[in-house]
Nanobody, 128 residues
């Protein structure tokens, strides 16, 4: 079992930055891949970024590439999403997720169906 709790969301002006955290408990972070997804009102949950369990590989949605960075701190059992140059269209509830399946060290899950544990989400609002 893995429990995930996001924090760090809030209200920010366009062009600003936020750093989301995802605290994991129940299993060591280094044994599973982590991802971030978001869901805006009236839209489906979409992939944002993910990192392999080894930390060797990352993958980003085109809409956030170059602006967002995913990372993990195994000592703190916490994953992060650094979000820079935020835009109003980034407004959404952001969810962290864990993929506990056995994967190759370079493999980065991207589909929401590959992730088996989810946090409750944190709201990010970007004003224009």
């Amino acid at each position: 079992q893995v429990q995930l709790v996001e924090s760090g969301g809030g209200l920010v002006q366009a062009g600003g930055s936020l750093r989301l955290s995802c605290a994991a408990s129940g299993r060591t972070l280094s044994t599973y891949s982590m991802g971030w997804f978001r869901q805006a009102p009236g839209k489906e949950r979409e992939f944002v970024a993910a990192i392999s369990w080894s930390g060797d590989s990352t993958y980003y949605a085109d809409s956030v590439k170059g602006r967002f960075t995913i990372s993990g701190d195994n000592a703190k059992n916490t994953a992060f999403l650094q979000m820079n140059s935020l835009k109003p269209e980034d407004t959404a509830v952001y969810y962290c997720a864990a993929d506990t399946s056995i994967r190759a060290r370079w493999y980065v899950p991207r589909s929401r169906y590959e992730f088996d544990y989810w946090g409750p989400g944190t709201q990010v609002t970007v004003s224009s």
